[in-house]
């Protein structure tokens, strides 16, 4: 079960994180997740009336409540940092925060095995290899690697967080719902600031509506995605589930691959031919 979700997870964040790449091509990296994370959060607030998950208010908000402040900071960069590009390139390195919740379970006692062991360094190693490396170019370039470093420490502790936010289904989605709204309130203020500094916070053509089913499908996958991590991370090690999910930047270069033209070199198909050996040796082991 843990291998299912956390591989949900993955494809539902590679999908996002395309999506969210692609928009902030075209608006305001923070005008794109106010609004995804707005609709995720409009979204998420009716299925918490409908199931009654109000109920399972307690202490474990406040891990929600923080995995939303952690969130919008490390959504913002990355989706500066795949506008920058390329995706190939960028979403690549955000593997590395899987080093955050694998430090987590390995300081609460999880000692993976000898099989799980390779299998995570053939994973992530796959991973960093799908993106090339081109670590050398433009200064462009740079700022979107560090972008991107800013980006998956972030992932990390919402990673750790949002795990720790609830224990049922319901309590799950009210989890979810909390994070979305105090998502929604930092991206805006951050968005009125910037607005109020002389930056646009749409196109000079206006809000583009035909970006909104596109927008909405950004913010749901993401919400699914740490929905299905949180039951990979409860129902097995949270070593072999933040691995797993850590492959996400592999389906986002297969998306920017198949829709934006993005060439895969050999070095990059070979990483993700590790990606998968890595992730049968998890799911194996």
């Avoid at 208010?57 to 900071?73: E, H, I, K, S, T």
């Avoid at 006692?109 to 433009?138: F, K, M, S, W, Y």
């Avoid at 749901?220 to 933040?242: C, E, F, K, R």
Wanted: charged residues 5%.
């Amino acid at each position: 079960m843990t291998a299912f979700f956390a591989l949900a997870t993955s494809l539902l964040w590679g999908l996002a994180d395309f999506g969210g790449g692609v928009l902030t091509r075209r608006l305001p990296a923070l005008t794109v997740v106010v609004v995804s994370q707005g609709i995720a959060a409009a979204v998420l607030g009716a299925i918490v009336v409908a199931t009654g998950g109000w109920s399972e208010a307690g202490p474990r908000l406040w891990f929600a409540f923080a995995a939303g402040l952690a969130g919008p900071v490390a959504l913002i960069c990355f989706y500066k940092a795949l506008a920058l590009g390329p995706m190939g390139v960028v979403s690549p390195l955000g593997t590395l925060s899987v080093a955050v919740p694998v430090g987590v379970g390995l300081c609460l006692g999880e000692r993976p095995g000898p099989v799980q062991a390779a299998g995570i360094a053939v994973a992530v190693t796959g991973v960093i290899l799908a993106g090339g490396p081109q670590l050398r170019g433009a200064p462009v370039q740079r700022q979107a690697i560090v972008l991107t470093l800013i980006a998956a420490l972030g992932f990390g502790t919402v990673f750790v967080l949002i795990a720790e936010a609830s224990t049922t289904v319901t309590g799950l989605f009210l989890a979810l719902f909390v994070q979305r709204l105090v998502n929604v309130a930092v991206g805006g203020a951050a968005l009125y600031v910037s607005v109020k500094r002389g930056a646009p916070a749409l196109p000079a053509a206006g809000f583009p509506w035909p970006s909104l089913p596109a927008l909405a499908f950004v913010g749901l996958a993401d919400v699914a995605a740490n929905g299905t991590y949180s039951v990979a991370a409860q129902h097995g090690p949270v070593t072999v589930a933040a691995v797993l999910a850590s492959l996400y930047p592999v389906v986002t270069a297969l998306a920017a691959r198949g829709f934006l033209s993005e060439r895969l070199r050999t070095l990059q198909a070979a990483g993700a031919g590790l990606a998968l050996v890595g992730t049968l040796l998890l799911a194996t082991g």
